[in-house]
């Protein structure tokens, strides 16, 4: 470090304790304070410090109060080293303790400031205006409200009670605590009513949910500064109630405009805003607040970027959202975590796995808010592989702070990727379930099948003083359902009514009126559908269909089919199982009716797509998919898969379509097919093959593939649109309903 010359050159500095100090004028033009001014690391300021001292300027208030306002307060400071520095001086004077308490408010022990406060008064020092105001904001930041009841005390013993910096402390302390009540009494109490003081009560109502309460005093301030704009948007937003907060906005951009308490909007303002336009798929006002940042130069800012990329991915535009990302200089974990969670929020569930990849290799720690976006990604993909890893992150990293939806996310990641096993072993290792673990297993049950096991849990369920809730049933009664469990499931959808007075919604008469359905019990299920209170959506009729279909009721087909043509006029596979509902009663003019009118409306069925993991890898087949790599290989395994399924076939079986307008030639090539035959080429002999469809398997390929799997002596798991089905030895755990 280059020397530094005397305070006086012809004369050292040689004060004694206790002496006078040197003229202001000279201590603040001191090099070594322009030293400490520009100093940005500890190691540095220790030097600087022994040149304090080197000149004697540790004698002084004012350097040794500069000394402690960079240790207690500077980023780059360090707060013990300021308590060592207080200790060492024999009489410190208020603007040092102020310092010190200011300092304690920054840290992580705002309890301190207490006992520093309590050292100032015993010296005889009284506090001022600066005082209080930190040692408030510790009181905040404490658990219990009592210590800010006794520096509400001191504030007034010492008459400061009407100083507007301690006003304004006292109201956000109390807010900020949800004393709601005290907050408002020091407010009315107050000699005067300025925007700050408006803009603290505001904040503390808006903050605890009483927007109605807040926005009358925003109404009745007299002045209104950006920060009481940004608290009551940001208290609207923080309640769900988005479009207030999207009025609001547009009403501060208004008033700007109009010269009428023109309030420019800052940062802040405008993160809250993107959170607004997310949530309410607002990309209109997004793109406002884009054309905002780039005219006053934040296009570096990460808040702003984080939040634009956000809005982006939850309106429904992840590639723009990715465009973004892609051009952001600098990311930080909460980057990686929006775009992440923006394509999962759109079902870019392979592009979530990507993008996590891409953080992996970038060296950045992920955190529970990442996990929580990639677990269930892996989910829908039924993406093992990477799930097993993220399960062995999480017992690593996560054991100390366990989170508890990390575990239920776990769960279900298992359940839905076929290892229901591996799901049990979870939940039953785990100590103080959630309901929300509760739910995730019995939900996990009754998709594999296991009705008995769901039901089962959910009595213990019970037993362990559990109170179930509407989540609860619709996965204990989509069990009964996917088992033909008709009577247990009425009777549990009286009990949710009577026992536990849960409104069904939906979801729940959904499950029945497909189990009744399934059941052949169509009549019942129609008069279930027409009780409803709610409006019955495409899925309820789309039950009826389906068991008409199964059934062969055309009359009830049909009126369900007309239900449906106004509900999902655009659904082209209503049209197809009406379609095989008039095959398979032999009206076949009335088939060629049904295809003509989606032909002329040009209308097509949802493409059957099949992901099948390998390696910890997803691939993805469509129908007759040629865009493999591995194409050639994987039509040459098919080949020789239908060649020994044609010899195994003495029942004619797999030889029949279910689908009236699907010829042998397409449904030999089903995605499920390919991605099997993917699975037989890519993995070694008795490896299980796990594989997830986005439709419902059809009866070609579910009596396929209970071939291939005696055949080629593999356990296949497969999930469809709504449950799964396990293979083995030739047979499904289904016992062929579904």
């Known amino acids: 470090m280059a020397s530094v010359a005397p305070l006086l050159p012809s004369d050292p500095l040689h004060f004694l304790p206790g002496s006078f100090d040197p003229p202001y004028k000279l201590i603040h033009a001191h090099p070594s304070l322009a030293l400490l001014s520009k100093c940005k690391s500890l190691d540095t300021f220790r030097q600087i410090h022994c040149q304090f001292i080197k ?54 022990s705002p309890s301190l400031a207490l006992n520093c406060y309590a050292n100032m008064l015993v010296l005889g020092l009284q506090p001022n205006s600066y005082t209080f105001p930190f040692l408030l904001k510790c009181c905040t930041r404490l658990p219990a409200l009592d210590a800010g009841k006794q520096v509400h005390g001191q504030v007034l013993k010492f008459g400061l009670v009407d100083d507007v910096y301690a006003h304004t402390s006292l109201i956000n302390m109390y807010a900020q605590h949800g004393a709601l009540n005290d907050a408002r009494m020091v407010f009315d109490k107050g000699g005067y009513r300025d925007a700050v003081s408006f803009t603290a009560l505001i904040t503390g109502y808006a903050s605890r ?21 940004n608290a009551m948007m940001s208290g609207y937003a923080q309640t769900g109630r988005f479009d207030e907060a999207l009025s609001l906005f547009h009403e501060m951009m208004k008033q700007g405009k109009q010269g009428k308490q023109s309030v420019s909007p800052n940062v802040s303002t405008m993160v809250t805003i993107l959170s607004a336009c997310a949530h309410r798929g607002d990309m209109e006002t997004g793109g406002v607040v884009r054309s905002w940042i780039e005219e006053h130069g934040h296009g ?33 974990l909460v980057s990686w975590n ?68 990390l575990w239920t996310s776990l ?37 594999h099948g296991d009705a008995a096991g769901a039901i089962g849990l959910f009595t213990e369920m019970a037993g362990e003083g559990v109170e179930p ?31 536990h007075g849960i409104a069904p919604r939906v979801q729940h008469y959904g499950c029945v009126v497909d189990l009744l359905a399934r059941a052949g019990l169509l009549e019942e299920a129609v008069a279930m559908v027409e009780s409803m209170e709610e409006e019955p959506d495409g899925a309820i009729w789309g039950s009826v269909l389906g068991g008409c279909r199964l059934h062969g009721n055309v009359e009830l087909g049909e009126y369900a089919a007309r239900a449906l043509a106004e509900l999902e006029p655009g659904n082209p596979g209503n049209y197809v199982a009406l379609a095989n509902i008039y095959a398979g009663a032999g009206r076949w003019d009335e088939v060629a009716r ?125 999930r469809d649109r709504s449950r799964f089905h396990h293979f083995k030895d030739g047979e499904c755990s289904c016992m062929d309903y579904w």
């Open 411 to 447: 769960i279900d990641m298992y359940a839905k990727c076929g290892d229901i096993e591996a799901a049990k072993q979870i939940f039953y290792g785990m100590q103080g379930r959630s309901l929300a673990c509760w739910n995730a297993m019995i939900s996990g049950l009754g998709m």
């Open 209 to 229: 949910g009483c927007v109605d309460e807040a926005r009358e005093l925003f109404d009745a301030i007299p002045i209104r500064d950006v920060v009481s704009w």
């Open 594 to 718: 049904v295809r003509t009118f989606l032909n002329d409306a040009g209308l097509r069925k949802v493409p059957g797509s099949t992901s099948i993991e390998v390696g910890g890898v997803v691939h993805e087949f469509l129908v007759s998919d040629r865009a493999h790599p591995r194409s050639e290989e994987v039509h040459r395994m098919l080949h020789e898969v239908e060649g020994l399924l044609r010899a195994a076939d003495t029942s004619g079986e797999t030889s029949s379509s279910s689908d009236a307008s699907a010829d042998r030639e397409e449904v030999c090539e089903h995605s499920e097919r390919l991605a099997i035959a993917f699975g037989l080429i890519s993995t070694k002999p008795g490896t299980t093959l796990r594989i997830v469809k986005n439709l419902r398997v059809c009866g070609d390929c579910h009596a396929a593939t209970k071939k291939i799997s005696k055949i080629f002596k593999r356990e296949i798991v497969a």
């Open 300 to 332: 570096s800012n990460l808040k702003l970027l984080n939040a634009m990329v956000d809005m982006y991915a939850k309106c429904g535009d992840p590639d723009t959202a990715r465009g973004l990302f892609d051009s952001m200089r600098e990311k930080d």
């Open 469 to 499: 809730d509407d989540i609860t049933f619709v996965g204990v009664l989509s069990a009964c359902c996917h088992a033909g469990l008709v009577d247990r499931g009425r009777e549990l959808f009286a009990s949710m009514i009577r026992d």
């Open 338 to 405: 929006v775009m992440i969670g923006g394509y999962a929020h759109t079902s870019k569930y392979k592009e979530a796995l990507q993008v996590f990849r891409l953080l992996l290799l970038d060296n950045v720690e992920p955190n529970d808010v990442t996990l929580l976006n990639v677990i269930p990604a892996c989910a829908h993909l039924g993406a093992l592989d990477l799930g097993k890893w993220l399960h062995t992150y999480v017992k690593k990293c996560c054991v100390e702070f366990p989170n508890e939806a």
């Open 55 to 108: 000149f004697g300027l540790h004698n002084t208030q004012f350097a040794l109060s500069k000394l402690v306002e960079f240790c207690a307060v500077s980023p780059h400071g360090d707060l013990p080293y300021a308590v060592s520095i207080l200790n060492s001086i024999h009489n410190p004077n208020h603007v040092i303790y102020n310092m010190m308490i200011r300092g304690y408010s920054l840290s992580s």
